[in-house]
């Protein structure tokens, strides 16, 4: 008998069910026992849960918009970090799209998570956009492209560039990677950042890096890549500079490289 494994996934949301199914054939003789591992199945599944799913994570998976939203407020005028605030949601939208892929919720859900995860972060915006500075630090055209329709990641993304002074250029969603060049022939942008959350849209960022070395754009341009699907493999297969699946991680990564080349 072995407690769970902590994977990661949201199999602990069910494991009372789960323990009770897999022991309820046994013989009386091991009732005692029974009980005694269901106990300790409850405690290492409420500490797991504790550590790996936030409250505002569980009302997200569970498609709570009261709770959530409830959460969100309480939690913003207490001054809590806004970004950990995101970092939560996020987490709940990555156990909707898990329990999608089992098959247990349907493009229903899918909708109804976002829009709850939308109202969410237009309650978090305002604090998350308190410390704008003043001067311009660099400009970066944002984009999902053609096959994509997935923003809140890009939507985040940009408003934690203002925040820290880009000038943002989003293109929104869908988008074709022609127009992606004349943005950054129109207004020279330092960065280019690819939201990807479908393996369809991979081929898309590729023909637009491509594009960016035939139009001589390449070498004075930084391509990000980010969104939930996206990996180092996918990086160097559309030929990008960084990946991440961490909007805040994009930003600084984008500070870096305008601070050094202001130090060089
Ligand atoms: C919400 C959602 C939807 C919503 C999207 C609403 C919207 N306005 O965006 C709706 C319902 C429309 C939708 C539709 C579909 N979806 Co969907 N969806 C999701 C879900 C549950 C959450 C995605 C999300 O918004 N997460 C929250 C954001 C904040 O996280 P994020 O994007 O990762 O962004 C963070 C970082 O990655 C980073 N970041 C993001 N972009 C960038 C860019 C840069 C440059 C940087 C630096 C950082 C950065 O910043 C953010 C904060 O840190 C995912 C599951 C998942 N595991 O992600 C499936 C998922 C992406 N969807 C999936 C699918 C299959 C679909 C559909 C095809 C379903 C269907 N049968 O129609 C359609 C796709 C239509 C299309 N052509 O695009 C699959 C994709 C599988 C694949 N490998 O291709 C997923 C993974 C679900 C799954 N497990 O199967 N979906």
């Known amino acids: 008998m072995h407690a769970p494994e902590h994977d990661g996934s949201d199999k602990h949301f069910y494991p009372f069910s789960v323990g009770v199914k897999k022991h309820c054939d046994r013989s009386q003789n091991h009732t005692l026992f029974f009980f005694s591992h269901v106990a300790k199945h409850l405690i ?18 569970e498609i709570d918009k009261e709770k959530v939203l409830d959460e969100v407020k309480r939690r913003v005028s207490r ?29 229903a859900e899918l909708l109804l998570s976002a829009e709850i995860f939308r109202q ?15 001067k311009p630090r660099g400009k970066v055209v944002l984009a999902t492209l053609k096959g994509d329709i997935h923003d ?3 939507n985040l993304l940009a408003i934690l560039l203002k925040t820290r002074g880009f000038e943002v250029y989003d293109l ?4 074709d990677p022609v127009r992606v060049v004349e943005k950054v022939k129109e207004v020279k942008p330092e960065f280019v950042g690819f939201s990807a959350l479908i393996s369809a849209a ?5 023909t637009a890096v491509e594009m960016f070395e035939k139009e001589g754009l390449r070498k004075k341009l930084k391509v990000m890549v980010g969104g ?12 990008a500079d960084f990946q991440t699946l961490d909007a805040l991680e994009g930003v600084t990564y984008c500070l870096s490289i305008v601070e ?3 130090e060089g």
């Open 44 to 61: 290492a599944n409420s500490e797991a849960q504790k550590s790996m799913f936030s409250s505002l994570a569980e009302g997200i998976a």
């Open 79 to 107: 001054k809590e970090d806004p970004i950990r605030i995101v970092e939560e949601c996020r987490e709940g939208m990555r156990v909707v799209g898990d329990r999608y892929q089992k098959g247990e919720y349907f493009l």
């Open 120 to 134: 969410a972060m237009e309650i978090v915006e305002p604090y998350l956009a308190k410390i704008r500075p003043p």
């Open 152 to 154: 809140l990641g890009k």
């Open 172 to 175: 929104g969603v869908d988008v």
């Open 202 to 206: 991979f081929d898309s960022m590729k």
């Open 228 to 239: 939930g699907i996206t990996t180092p493999l996918v990086k160097d297969y559309i030929g």
């Open 260 to 262: 050094g080349k202001k």
